[in-house]
């Protein structure tokens, strides 16, 4: 079966890039002479299949994947500059393009299975989107890094609204267990129904809910420490992706600082690897970790981890976890298709593999030594 990655990068264009990822690593010329054993993958410009309705795609801030192999992305329709969107000026300027919902769900071949998202009854639509997550029971959660977003949505994957955590258009500093700060992204654990949130581009935190009711269950900063505690070098903003391993361990994205933080469920770091006495950091050697997608697959031993990082122009690399060693990276940064720029997340699919977030799309399909 084809794997496959998905990143979304930070320019205005019409394609979702399926990520230079892949399930055991990314393919590089340098890392492909390092390390020959892992697989290769070569860009697949077909995915996904046109939008309808003359819709485009703006700023992709999000990608997820579910269970049902298929895959989620949050956009930024106001994103779209009047000429993409020249159909639904005023008078019109062209007979092409308005813009796409903001929640797009994709098949595992790229077709649109439904679409939906925006102002409705009963919530206030963030006023940014960022970060979505599909959880088990196919209940889809969507968050905001507006000025004054601060909450997370929670809706069926139909579209109809369960919940919010939060509330729309207050905001609220690292004390505060009933408000959020521009939130980045989140994860939930399905053994405990706990919510864990990055809280994010206003604060420098991880708070955790209970997932049925919102309720707040507790929070921490950087080391496991409360946040503001000048004995440890805090979390910078933003506090950019949360992501729960198999094992238990959750992965923390402290993108100011370049570093990820590795945690047990509750707030203390674990050392990585074990044989360290000591707990501490992950630090890849490249600027500013963003995203973090952990092999989804239950059957499946977890050995590595994609990341990505940089700038608005960034590598996508993978990582063995135990070694925290280098596998292979992405060749090139850029727009066109294959390079990333500016990735806001990653995801990987149970069939096919990681998948990379913002505003392009480009997707991967395994490629054979005789290529």
Same mark, same amino acid.
């Given at each position: 079966?084809?794997?496959?990655?998905?990143?979304?990068?930070?320019?205005?264009?019409?394609?979702?890039?399926?990520?230079?990822?892949?399930?055991?690593?990314?393919?590089?010329?340098?890392?492909?002479?390092?390390? +020959?054993? #892992?697989?290769?993958? $070569?860009?697949?410009?077909?995915?996904?299949?046109?939008?309808?309705?003359?819709?485009?795609?703006?700023?992709?801030?999000?990608?997820?994947?579910?269970?049902?192999?298929?895959?989620?992305?949050?956009?930024?329709?106001?994103?779209?500059?009047?000429?993409?969107?020249?159909?639904?000026?005023?008078?019109?300027?062209?007979?092409?393009?308005?813009?796409?919902?903001?929640?797009?769900?994709?098949?595992?071949?790229?077709?649109?299975?439904?679409?939906?998202?925006?102002?409705?009854?009963?919530?206030?639509?963030?006023?940014?989107?960022?970060?979505?997550?599909?959880?088990?029971?196919?209940?889809?959660?969507?968050?905001?890094?507006?000025?004054? !977003?601060? =909450?997370?949505?929670?809706?069926?994957?139909?579209?109809?609204?369960?919940?919010?955590?939060? $509330?729309?258009?207050?905001?609220?500093?690292?004390? !505060?267990?009933?408000?959020?700060?521009?939130?980045?992204?989140?994860?939930?654990?399905?053994?405990?129904?706990?919510?864990?949130?990055?809280? #994010?581009?206003?604060?420098?935190?991880?708070?955790?809910?209970?997932?049925?009711?919102?309720?707040?269950?507790?929070?921490?900063?950087?080391?496991?420490?409360?946040?503001?505690?000048? /004995?440890?070098?805090?979390?910078?903003?933003?506090?950019?992706?949360?992501?729960? /391993?198999?094992?238990?361990?959750?992965?923390?994205?402290?993108?100011?600082?370049?570093?990820? =933080?590795?945690?047990?469920?509750?707030?203390?770091?674990?050392?990585?690897?074990?044989?360290?006495?000591?707990?501490?950091?992950?630090?890849?050697?490249?600027?500013?970790?963003?995203?973090?997608?952990?092999?989804?697959?239950?059957?499946?031993? =977890?050995?590595?981890?994609?990341?990505?990082?940089?700038?608005?122009?960034?590598?996508?690399?993978? $990582?063995?976890?135990?070694?925290?060693?280098? =596998?292979?990276?992405?060749?090139? /940064?850029?727009?066109?298709?294959?390079?990333?720029?500016?990735?806001?997340?990653? +995801?990987?699919?149970?069939?096919? #593999?990681?998948?990379?977030?913002?505003?392009?799309?480009?997707?991967?399909?395994?490629?054979?030594? /005789? $290529?």
């Amino acid at each position: 079966m084809l794997r496959r990655t998905i990143v979304l990068p930070a320019l205005t264009l019409t394609l979702l890039v399926l990520a230079r990822l892949l399930a055991g690593g990314l393919t590089d010329r340098s890392a492909a002479a390092s390390d +020959s054993s #892992g697989p290769r993958v $070569e860009v697949d410009p077909f995915w996904p299949k046109p939008l309808p309705n003359n819709w485009l795609m703006g700023q992709a801030a999000g990608v997820a994947t579910d269970r049902h192999d298929h895959v989620w992305v949050i956009q930024r329709p106001k994103s779209l500059t009047e000429d993409e969107r020249g159909a639904t000026l005023n008078p019109p300027r062209s007979r092409c393009c308005a813009p796409a919902p903001p929640v797009l769900e994709f098949d595992a071949d790229g077709a649109l299975l439904q679409s939906w998202g925006g102002p409705g009854s009963g919530y206030t639509w963030p006023e940014n989107e960022h970060g979505i997550f599909v959880d088990g029971k196919d209940n889809v959660w969507v968050a905001g890094n507006g000025p004054k !977003d601060g =909450q997370i949505l929670k809706f069926t994957r139909d579209g109809k609204f369960l919940m919010k955590i939060g $509330e729309p258009g207050v905001v609220g500093d690292d004390a !505060d267990t009933r408000h959020l700060n521009r939130p980045a992204n989140m994860v939930l654990d399905a053994t405990t129904n706990e919510l864990f949130v990055a809280d #994010g581009y206003g604060n420098h935190r991880v708070i955790v809910f209970d997932a049925d009711t919102g309720a707040y269950k507790r929070h921490w900063g950087a080391n496991g420490r409360p946040p503001g505690d000048t /004995s440890v070098k805090g979390f910078g903003n933003p506090v950019h992706c949360v992501r729960l /391993s198999r094992d238990g361990l959750l992965y923390v994205c402290d993108r100011k600082n370049n570093r990820i =933080q590795v945690f047990r469920k509750e707030p203390r770091l674990d050392a990585h690897p074990r044989k360290r006495p000591h707990p501490r950091h992950l630090r890849p050697q490249w600027p500013r970790p963003r995203a973090v997608p952990l092999d989804p697959q239950p059957r499946r031993r =977890q050995q590595g981890q994609h990341l990505y990082d940089g700038g608005r122009y960034g590598k996508a690399r993978s $990582e063995i976890r135990r070694a925290l060693k280098r =596998q292979a990276g992405s060749r090139d /940064s850029g727009t066109s298709p294959g390079p990333c720029c500016a990735v806001e997340g990653l +995801s990987r699919d149970p069939g096919r #593999g990681p998948r990379r977030g913002r505003p392009r799309r480009q997707p991967l399909r395994p490629r054979t030594d /005789s $290529e």
